[in-house]
């Protein structure tokens, strides 16, 4: 059973620290994403790649957040410096476009900076 | 991209069928409808996708007006277990598509 994995799954760390999240997405998927989920705001698109390469990254707070895909089986998301407003849980997501572009989502890394 | 409307929550009760409606006025020729629930502490899962008339799967069925300016996901026979977010999503193959807030459906015995 394919899954997307992602590590860590839980994370505090102090304001001012970086943070590196990463994904493996399904083995044979091109499509990557990246979302926040808060309370406040829901579900939001960070970023998401096709074939490794970024093609929106506008929901991303571009200062301080950083999303690559080294290669076809890892993505990372960074954040640096960290705030305590970047609380949230973070999903990575993957899909192969064409095949009705289902996105299978993993289990998230729970982030909390304090 | 095209906006979506559902209810903020829903009630119901184990083995009744549940019908979770979302408008989406503007939706666009190219545009797919597609439904995900999400559980608490877990990530959304995709339950149906479809772009006209009925379609159904082992989950759900999903069912699009002619116009399809609106969608009703129905969930036959709900159990505790089905108590979650549903999300309605509308977007065409390629482009990103946008999680509104969702309907809580919780589901008592």
């Known amino acids: 059973d394919a899954r997307v994995t992602q590590t860590p799954r839980h994370k505090v760390t ?7 999240m990463r994904c493996q997405p399904i083995l044979g998927h091109n499509t990557v994403f990246w979302y926040r989920q808060t309370m406040m705001q829901g579900l939001e698109l960070l970023a998401y ?3 490794r390469a970024p093609l929106d990254d506008s929901g991303m707070p571009k200062d301080r957040f950083s999303a690559e895909m080294p ?10 410096p960290s705030e305590p407003r970047d609380s949230a849980v973070y ?4 899909g192969q476009s064409g095949s009705q572009e289902t996105q299978y989502f993993g289990p998230g890394t729970r982030l909390l900076v304090l | 991209l095209a906006k979506t409307t559902q209810p903020i929550s829903m009630d119901s009760y184990e083995g009744q069928e549940v019908n979770i409606t979302c408008s989406h006025n503007n939706i666009a020729t190219n ?18 996708q479809g772009y006209k008339t009925k379609v159904t799967n082992e989950v759900a069925s999903l069912f699009i007006p002619a116009d399809r ?3 009703t996901l ?8 089905d108590t979650a977010v549903y999300y309605c999503l509308v977007g065409a193959y390629g482009n990103k598509l946008v999680f509104g807030a969702g309907t809580i459906l919780r589901v008592k015995s």
């Open chain 1, 14 to 20: 102090e304001m001012g620290q970086e943070v590196t």
């Open chain 1, 49 to 51: 790649f096709r074939n």
């Open chain 1, 71 to 80: 290669d076809a089986t890892l993505a990372t998301l960074k954040i640096q």
């Open chain 1, 91 to 94: 999903f990575c997501a993957s």
């Open chain 2, 31 to 48: 545009d797919y409808i597609t439904w995900y629930q999400q559980f608490p502490s877990q990530g959304p899962r995709f339950i149906i």
């Open chain 2, 69 to 71: 300016k609106s969608s």
């Open chain 2, 74 to 81: 129905s969930l036959p026979r709900v159990s505790l277990s």
